[in-house]
Nanobody, 122 residues
Framework: VQLQAFGGGLVQAGGSLRLSCAAS????????MGWFRQVPGKELEFVAT????????YYADSVKGRFIISRDNAKSTASLLLNSLKPEDTAVYYC????????????????WGQGTLVTVSS
C-alpha cells in the first residue's frame, strides 16, 4: 500500500489542524493506521494508532485528549485531528500502516507516507 500524508502547515498555539493520509490499493481496511512525528535531531515518536474498523485507538500520553485519529475505509483515508496545539507539537508528521494490532513502534509498521510538516507558533 502506498501512503501520502498532507495537511500540515503553520498554526498558532491553541489552534487546530487536520492531517490526512491517502492510501492506494484495495487492502486499506486490513491495516491498522498510525501516526508518528519527528522533530529534527530527535527520534521518531509514536502519536496514535487506529484499528481496522476504527473502533480501537491508542494515543501517546503527550497527545491524549487533544488529538483524534480516525479513518474512512470507503475513501481509503486516515486522519489526525490536532487540537489545542502547543509549540512542542511542531514536527514532521508521518502516517504509517501495519497489520500488527496496537503497534506503537516504528519497526512494527510496514508502509510509510512521506511526512507533512506542522509548525505551531507561540
Amino acid at each position: 500500500v502506498q501512503l501520502q500524508a498532507f495537511g500540515g502547515g503553520l498554526v498558532q498555539a491553541g489552534g487546530s489542524l487536520r492531517l490526512s493520509c491517502a492510501a492506494s490499493g484495495r487492502t486499506f481496511s486490513t491495516y491498522w493506521m498510525g501516526w508518528f512525528r519527528q522533530v529534527p535531531g530527535k527520534e521518531l515518536e509514536f502519536v496514535a494508532t487506529l484499528s481496522w474498523s476504527g473502533g480501537t485507538t491508542y494515543y501517546a500520553d503527550s497527545v491524549k485528549g487533544r488529538f483524534i485519529i480516525s479513518r474512512d475505509n470507503a475513501k481509503s483515508t486516515a486522519s489526525l485531528l490536532l487540537n489545542s496545539l502547543k509549540p512542542e507539537d511542531t514536527a514532521v508528521y508521518y502516517c504509517a500502516a501495519t497489520r500488527t494490532q496496537g503497534a506503537t513502534k516504528r519497526a512494527q509498521y510496514d508502509y510509510w507516507g512521506q511526512g507533512t510538516l506542522v509548525t505551531v507558533s507561540s
